[in-house]
């Protein structure tokens, strides 16, 4: 698998990709390791250089940046937290198969996970400067789309006409994962870890 060409593909042409990936045999751990290990990298060091190096104004307060031990612990707390979310989504998306009238297949339902991830991963860049971070979210709401069209490209053999369901369900429990993270990372990095600075 090339990871480049994988990630263009399954954000320019997502719907063609589908089809190679389902004919994939990747085995989850390789999944994992070769691709979205590598990938979420890039917002854990781009979120260390925006909280940690850069910083960001603040009205009445001046240029605002964490320590920079606290920001690698971040990056590190944030990575290792977004691949157990990712691993757990696919897990689940795998568990909610029969309510949906599909077979469980754990390769395709981590497939599924990991790879409309991709545009949130990349996205990811945009922490680097955080007034401009709100563009990984936006990113992260094209991945849904891209999950959308996994689940229609029969990654999970879903009928037509439970589709649709399996994957709002499915991006409600992601979201709520993502929520989950969110509150943790913000509970451990309080305002307090941050320094002021010109």
């Known amino acids: 698998m090339d990871l480049i060409s994988r990630a263009q593909n399954i954000i320019m042409k997502p719907k063609e990709e589908w089809v190679k990936i389902k004919a994939d045999s990747t085995p989850i751990p390789q999944l994992f390791m070769s691709y979205a290990a590598i990938l979420a990298l890039i917002p854990a060091v781009a979120q260390f ?63 599924l996970a990991v790879y409309s991830m991709t545009a949130m991963w990349i996205g990811g860049i945009f922490y680097i400067f955080l007034p401009l971070a709100i563009l990984a979210m936006l990113a992260g709401l094209y991945g849904l789309y891209v999950l959308y069209l996994g689940f229609d490209g029969g990654m999970m053999d879903t009928a037509k006409d439970k589709v649709l369901g399996y994957c709002v369900v499915s991006i409600v429990v992601y979201i709520v994962l993502y929520a989950v993270v969110s509150v943790i990372i913000a509970a451990v990095f309080t305002v307090g870890a941050f320094t002021t600075g010109l």
Request: glycine share 12%.
């Open 49 to 111: 250089i925006g909280y940690g190096l850069i910083g960001q104004r603040i009205p009445f307060i001046g240029m605002v940046r964490a320590s920079l031990g606290s920001s690698l612990f971040r990056a590190i707390f944030f990575y290792i937290l977004g691949l157990a979310s990712v691993y757990a989504f696919g897990l689940i998306i795998n568990m909610l198969a029969p309510s949906f009238g599909s077979k469980p297949n754990p390769a395709n339902a981590m497939k």
